[in-house]
Nanobody, 120 residues
Framework: QVQLVESGGGLVQTGGSLRLSCAAS????????MGWYRQAPGKQRELVAV???????NYADFVKGRFTISRDNAKNTVFLQMNGLKPEDTGVYYC??????????????WGKGTLVTVSS
């Protein structure tokens, strides 16, 4: 019913940059928030950044000052600009969508993930 299409992952060297994109499509009534999470092998999935429908932004402390989250409301798309990448940023980055349905239920959707690899 709702799908998320992610792009922008890849291989970069330490200090490089990547720009991730996530476009939502399908039966969408109201988007509450869109954000990015990441997961390294053997580690728990962790919050990277989130932006709400009201424009409030939260960043994880370890990416603040290096990553920037933004959105294009007309295209239901969220971006993550990643600068100054470090090897510890390596992992699968997942797009998360929270929305309110037409019968006023709050549901979550996850993208399939895009791999980011930072070499030293």
């Amino acid at each position: 019913q709702v799908q998320l299409v992610e792009s922008g992952g890849g291989l970069v060297q330490t200090g490089g940059s990547l720009r991730l994109s996530c476009a939502a499509s399908g039966s969408i009534f109201k988007i509450n928030a869109m954000g990015w999470y990441r997961q390294a092998p053997g580690k728990q999935r962790e919050l990277v950044a989130v932006i709400t429908s009201g424009g409030r932004i939260n960043y994880a402390d370890f990416v603040k000052g290096r990553f920037t989250i933004s959105r294009d409301n007309a295209k239901n798309t969220v971006f993550l600009q990643m600068n100054g990448l470090k090897p510890e940023d390596t992992g699968v980055y997942y797009c998360k969508l929270e929305l309110t349905t037409r019968d006023y239920r709050i549901v979550e959707y996850w993208g399939k993930g895009t791999l980011v690899t930072v070499s030293s």
